[in-house]
């Protein structure tokens, strides 16, 4: 079975500083690694996923995440953040089948 | 297009009671799952439909939760003899096809109270 933890539960940033959330995950074999956003009031959207290929992945709002398979980690980061940011963020992770096993999320708050 | 949707948004209940949770998967998507997600946790898989069949239920707690999901669309999480255990937000999502690649759309929950 895989697990993921989420080091971080809880990340304050003032707006256009960077920000990093870190995800570590447990499994024996390969798998599909993911990170989802939850807004105020609104539910999981998928934020960003590694499927395969080059380590790095983006998303269409600036965030980015990182693959490393040496180190399990698969951290989230954005070099400038702004006040709509403000959400719930969790990893996930998939051993290629349909089960998704997220962490306890990261609450990040921007500050103006 | 519409999103995953479910209802009631809330639900509140007594200890003992039954209840029933409602999903309406994206159209189109044969697969759809249910999460329960507990105050201060990640979302936990209870159950994974493709079509009408349950492909895994092995995420249900115990035989108070059911789910079926008869004609391969709209999905219904039953619990019975509720626990105050059971307070938790619901979630339900829904893909095209069972494989992890393509991403579990999301609907907003419902979040349960069990007094």
């Known amino acids: 079975a895989q697990s993921v933890t989420q080091l971080d539960s809880q990340v304050p940033v003032f707006e256009e500083a960077p920000v990093e959330l870190r995800c570590n995950y447990s499994s024996s074999v390969s798998v599909y690694l993911f990170w989802y956003v939850q807004y105020p009031n609104q539910g999981l959207q998928l934020l960003l996923k590694?499927?395969?290929?080059?380590?790095l992945v983006e998303s269409i709002n600036g965030f980015e995440a990182e693959f490393n398979k040496s180190q399990t980690s698969f951290h989230l980061r954005k070099p400038s953040v702004h006040i709509s940011d403000t959400a719930e963020y969790f990893c996930?992770?998939?051993?290629?089948?349909?089960?998704?096993?997220f962490g306890a999320g990261t609450t990040v708050t921007v500050r103006a | 297009g519409a999103g995953v949707s479910q209802t009631p948004s809330n639900k509140v209940t007594e200890k003992g009671k039954y209840v029933e949770l409602r999903c309406d998967p994206i159209s189109g998507h044969t697969a759809l799952y249910w999460y329960r997600q507990s105050l201060g946790q990640g979302p936990e898989f209870l159950i994974y439909?493709?079509?009408?069949?349950?492909?895994?239920d092995s995420g249900l707690p115990n035989d108070r939760f059911f789910a079926v999901r008869p004609e391969g669309s709209v999905s219904t999480l039953k619990i019975q003899r509720t626990e105050r255990g059971d307070s938790a937000v619901y979630l339900c999502a829904s893909s095209p096809s069972g494989r992890a690649e393509t991403g579990q759309f999301f609907g907003p929950g419902t979040r349960l109270t069990v007094l």
């Open positions: 439909f493709q079509g009408t069949g349950a492909a895994d």
């Open positions: 996930a992770v998939s051993k290629n089948d349909y089960k998704l096993s």
């Open positions: 590694y499927l395969s290929g080059s380590t």
